[in-house]
Structure formats: C-alpha cells, structure tokens
C-alpha cells in the first residue's frame, strides 16, 4: 500500500484548507477512511502544513491542441497549489504524482526552479515558432510559494529578453511586484494578464479559496495593473449555479471600473475527483444548496455532473447553460467588455545577441 495522505484521515477538515479530505488518488488500489473507534480518548489534531518539493525538469514548455482553448503552448512553473480553491479542476493532476487531489493538492507542492532555464534554452532552438506562452493555465503562478522561489520574476525576465509574447491568468497579489516588468512588456504589446474573481462575497470567497487574496482586493489589482498599462481580463471562473451566478452582472461592471478591458467565463467543471471534493463541501459550507448546485450540473451534462466533451465542457448545454450565456454576454456589453484584447505582437521576437538575423551556428 503506497501511503498518499501522510496520515492525514480521510474527511477530516483543517483550517485555512478547502478540502474536507484526503482521499486516496484514483490510481491507488487501497483507501483511508477515518472512523470513530467509540473510545472517548482526545486525538491529537495534525497541522496540514505546506511542503514544497524541487522538481529539475527536462521541459518546460507544455503542448496542447484542445479547440476550446486559446493557446496551444504553456508553462507550468509549479505542480499544486496552495490557494486551495475546492472547484479547481487541476486537482486530478496531482494523482499523476502519486498524491491525493484532496490536501495534498493544496500543502503537497512542487516547485520547478530550472524553469526560466529551460524556456531560454527551448527559445534559442532554430526550430522554435513563436506564438503567445500561457502562464497560469493549470495553477497559480502566483501562488504564495512564489515569493521564495521567484520563478515567475525569472521566467518573465526571459520572455522580455527575448520579445516573447505571454498571458498570464492569476488571482495571486503577487503580480504586483512585477508591475515593472509587466508594464515594459505591456508597452512592446507582450503581454496580456487574467485576473479570475469567482465571487465578491468575502465571506464565501473564504472558504471556497481560503488561502487567495480576497475579492477586494483582486478588484485593486486590476486598477493597479490597468494603471500601469497592462491590459487585463476579468475572468469569470466559474460561474457557480445556484451559489455564484446571481453575481455575474456585479462581477463585471465593479471589474470594468477597475480597469478591466474585456472579459471571459467558465461554468463550473467538477472532473474525476473534484466531483466529491465539492459535494463535501457544499454539505458542509452549503447544505442548504447543495441539492440545488448539483442539479443545475446535471441539467447541463445529460443527466451527469461532468463531460468532458470539447464544446461542452467549459459552458454545458441546455436552457440554463443558454440562460446564463445570454446573461453574461449583456452584462459584458453594458459593462463595455464585450470586446477582446489586441493581438499581441508575435513579429518582434528574437535570440540576444543575434538580433532579427539567421544564426549560423
């Protein structure tokens, strides 16, 4: 039996934590579950601290050619994510490593320091084709680890040297110690940055992304940011049925007068072992909408809570799926955010010290 879970019980909560549990990965042939052995004896109540383990890649750039997305390339500079949103759909990855998408996910992290290593290495490649690299796409870049590790401030460093085309998709605050940086690329049309809000209710926010800035202050780092010249989006993500969506409207036009200059949504997507993390949770947090959450997800999957399908899976089908498209949409035109960014610039790319001509060697 191969123990995931550091002998953290399975369904046992901790402060500041989103997941309610430690389940074993769907990889793993046995489970933990805890259960009341009916002695009254106290148990001593572990801390779920965070750990971080250094991973030295071979590469870093990540391909992808999903049609329902944006970007066919991206960077991942670390595996977990301390933020701990309960919704996030990139907890099943952390089975790849041999962890539970529960906990672990959010204490059990990898770090990747060769990063910025590796994409100047992967730029300079003759065969190397430009287009926009994604940061951000599975989990925060700018998670609270990143103020030790600095890999973003490294990686951004190598993409401005080399004229590199970047969007950034983050609610970390982070982000703000590299205005510098952001604003010169802004200047050179370089970059683009998502700010996700999920909800402007701080309490909710709290337990749904107990270690994210609060949504007040998110909304600040548009206006910073924007300030500076970095075009940003507000991201929707996700829409939240039953819980979030009676936002959608406020969301969007307090982000707009931010600074906001477009804008995106997903609906909510509970993969594989995400399903049961939120289900805990809302019995826990939402018992009373539980029933309601889930039944909008099924209205929206054939009868199921997820599918995978490209199309589907990021907006759902169906009268509520249409009803909430056609929402957003309005709100986003009456907010003024009903249009998308410029293009970045993908011409003015090249290696140091060979400026825009053919290297022989």
Same mark, same amino acid.
């Given at each position: 039996?191969?123990?995931?879970?550091?002998?953290?019980?399975? !369904?046992?909560?901790?402060?500041?934590?989103?997941?309610?549990?430690?389940?074993?990965?769907?990889?793993?042939?046995?489970?933990?579950?805890?259960?009341?052995? !009916?002695?009254?004896?106290?148990?001593?109540?572990?801390?779920?601290?965070?750990?971080?383990?250094?991973?030295?890649?071979?590469?870093?750039?990540?391909?992808?050619?999903?049609?329902?997305?944006?970007?066919?390339?991206? $960077?991942?500079?670390?595996?977990?994510?301390?933020?701990?949103?309960?919704?996030?759909?990139?907890?099943?990855?952390?089975?790849?490593?041999?962890?539970?998408?529960?906990?672990?996910?959010?204490?059990?992290?990898?770090?990747?320091?060769?990063? &910025?290593?590796?994409?100047?290495?992967?730029?300079?490649?003759?065969?190397?084709?430009?287009?926009?690299?994604?940061?951000?796409?599975?989990?925060?870049?700018?998670?609270?680890?990143?103020?030790?590790?600095?890999?973003?401030?490294?990686?951004?460093?190598?993409?401005?040297?080399?004229?590199?085309?970047?969007?950034?998709?983050?609610?970390?605050?982070?982000?703000?110690?590299?205005?510098?940086?952001?604003?010169?690329?802004?200047?050179? !049309?370089?970059?683009?940055?998502? $700010? /996700? $809000?999920?909800?402007?209710?701080?309490?909710?926010?709290?337990? +749904?992304?107990?270690? &994210?800035?609060?949504?007040?202050?998110? +909304?600040?780092?548009?206006? =910073?940011?924007?300030?500076?010249?970095?075009?940003?989006?507000?991201?929707?993500?996700?829409?939240?049925?039953?819980l979030t969506d009676h936002e959608i409207e406020t969301i969007l036009a307090q982000?707009?007068?931010?600074?906001?200059?477009?804008?995106?949504?997903?609906?909510?997507?509970?993969?594989?072992?995400?399903?049961?993390?939120?289900?805990?949770?809302? !019995?826990?947090?939402?018992?009373?909408?539980?029933?309601?959450?889930?039944?909008?997800?099924?209205?929206?999957?054939?009868?199921?809570?997820?599918?995978?399908?490209?199309?589907?899976?990021?907006?759902?089908?169906?009268?509520?799926?249409?009803?909430?498209?056609?929402?957003?949409?309005?709100?986003? =035109?009456?907010?003024?955010?009903?249009?998308?960014?410029?293009?970045?610039?993908?011409?003015?790319?090249?290696?140091?010290?060979?400026?825009?001509?053919? /290297?022989?060697?």
């Amino acid at each position: 039996m191969t123990d995931t879970s550091r002998n953290l019980p399975h !369904n046992l909560h901790r402060p500041g934590r989103a997941a309610r549990s430690n389940a074993s990965n769907r990889f793993e042939p046995y489970h933990r579950e805890r259960l009341d052995d !009916n002695w009254d004896i106290a148990e001593e109540r572990q801390v779920a601290r965070t750990t971080v383990q250094e991973e030295f890649a071979r590469t870093i750039l990540s391909r992808n050619t999903s049609p329902d997305v944006p970007f066919d390339r991206s $960077i991942n500079p670390y595996r977990g994510c301390e933020h701990g949103c309960i919704y996030c759909f990139a907890r099943p990855t952390h089975a790849y490593l041999g962890y539970s998408p529960g906990l672990d996910f959010e204490t059990r992290l990898v770090a990747r320091p060769n990063a &910025a290593d590796l994409l100047a290495k992967e730029l300079r490649n003759p065969r190397y084709r430009v287009a926009p690299i994604a940061l951000g796409t599975n989990t925060d870049p700018y998670q609270p680890i990143e103020k030790r590790y600095r890999l973003m401030r490294k990686l951004l460093a190598v993409l401005d040297d080399h004229d590199h085309p970047v969007t950034i998709t983050t609610k970390g605050s982070l982000i703000e110690r590299d205005i510098d940086v952001l604003s010169e690329l802004a200047r050179r !049309n370089l970059v683009h940055v998502g $700010i /996700s $809000i999920t909800s402007l209710d701080a309490r909710l926010s709290r337990t +749904l992304e107990p270690r &994210a800035p609060a949504p007040a202050k998110r +909304l600040q780092m548009i206006e =910073k940011l924007s300030k500076s010249g970095v075009p940003v989006r507000v991201m929707l993500a996700p829409v939240m049925p039953g819980l979030t969506d009676h936002e959608i409207e406020t969301i969007l036009a307090q982000s707009a007068r931010a600074g906001a200059r477009a804008a995106s949504w997903i609906m909510l997507r509970l993969p594989l072992e995400v399903e049961a993390l939120m289900q805990e949770w809302l !019995n826990h947090h939402q018992p009373a909408k539980a029933h309601k959450v889930m039944a909008r997800l099924r209205e929206m999957h054939d009868g199921q809570t997820y599918r995978s399908d490209f199309g589907m899976r990021m907006r759902g089908q169906g009268p509520y799926a249409q009803m909430i498209a056609h929402r957003v949409a309005l709100a986003m =035109k009456s907010s003024g955010l009903d249009h998308d960014l410029p293009n970045l610039d993908c011409n003015a790319f090249q290696v140091p010290g060979r400026g825009h001509q053919l /290297s022989l060697f």
